[in-house]
């Protein structure tokens, strides 16, 4: 006769026994055809993953192929502008200086400020005025900077960059601008300034007006373009641009150089910096050619 089980069971052999094996085989056997539907799941997921990745792979390619072209493009524009720039300076009969000016707040740090540098470059290589004085850029703030570093260089630019203040006060760098253009006056030189701003001149904006009416009152040789580079809220450089260009009509334009829905990401820095540059050697070349003296119409039979 079978003994109990001190733990409730019988330790006789049954059929209880033989449903524990056979239960035992199901769970196995269900363990098992999940694993290898899983299996099967995991094997799709990985094509998918190849594919996607391979057809990622060309995407990239392709848009590297498409951004190089684009830029082949952009290159070849800006060089026949600069060209034809350049040519209209070299063979004006009045000469003028191109002096740039550009607001030095950390209103220009999103692309704006090298958006500005790569112009400058442009603009004095086209102009022929490499090595001329004054430096290629100035910063306006709290104080006049004459950046004397080579701005076509990375880690000049770099330096450059690492002095960009709060400042965005244009009323200091006026006083400078009336030096410049007073000394070419006496040459019988043209002066035309270009002013780059992140669009908020702070507080001094009514006496930067001022200041500029003065200075363009007394020298008439004297062009002014106040160029906005920012899409930000604060318009006070705007406002100045368009009541001088309504005072000074022809000598003093506003332009605004912007993104309509800016993102910050590198292309859309590529695309400010070559919008910029083409526009600002248009800008010149109206200069130039604004200076030029009138044809004389034939004389009629």
């Known amino acids: 006769m079978a003994k109990d089980n001190p733990m409730g069971g019988s330790n006789a052999p049954g059929k209880e026994g033989n449903g524990n094996k056979r239960g035992m085989h199901t769970l196995i056997f269900e363990l098992e055809t999940m694993q290898g539907e899983f299996n099967k799941q995991a094997e799709h997921y990985t094509r998918m993953t190849n594919t996607v990745g391979e057809a990622l792979t060309i995407v990239r390619e392709t848009q590297r192929q498409l951004n190089a072209a684009q830029a082949e493009r952009d290159a070849q524009m800006l060089g026949q502008r600069a060209a034809l720039l350049g040519g209209a300076i070299s063979t004006a009969a009045k000469k ?24 400058v470059a442009l603009a004095r ?16 703030g709290s104080a006049l900077q004459w950046v004397t570093d080579d701005i076509t260089d990375a880690a000049a630019r770099k330096k450059i960059a690492e002095t960009l203040r709060y400042d965005a006060r244009l009323l200091p760098a006026v006083a400078e601008m009336e030096k410049l253009a007073a000394v070419n006056t006496l040459n019988k030189k043209a002066t035309h300034f270009i002013i780059f701003s992140g ?29 906005v580079v920012s899409p930000a809220s604060a318009k006070s450089a705007r406002d100045l641009a368009a009541a001088l260009a309504a005072s000074f009509p022809g000598r003093a334009q506003s332009h605004l150089v912007v993104l309509e829905k800016p993102t910050y990401t590198v292309a859309d820095r590529v695309t400010l910096s070559v919008k910029l540059q083409a526009d600002v050697m248009d800008m010149m070349l109206q200069r130039v050619q604004s200076g030029a003296p009138k044809r004389k119409s034939a004389p009629k039979p």
Do not use: W, Y
């Open 96 to 119: 003028g200086e191109f002096v740039f000016l550009t607001d030095g707040s950390l209103s220009m740090r999103m692309g704006q400020f090298d958006a500005v540098l790569d112009t």
């Open 125 to 140: 290589k086209g102009s022929g005025l490499v090595n001329a004085a004054p430096p290629a850029l100035g910063l306006f």
């Open 199 to 227: 669009g908020d001149l702070q507080a001094d904006a009514d006496k930067s007006k001022a200041a500029l009416e003065k200075l363009m009152t007394a020298n008439k040789k004297v062009t002014l373009d106040i160029v």
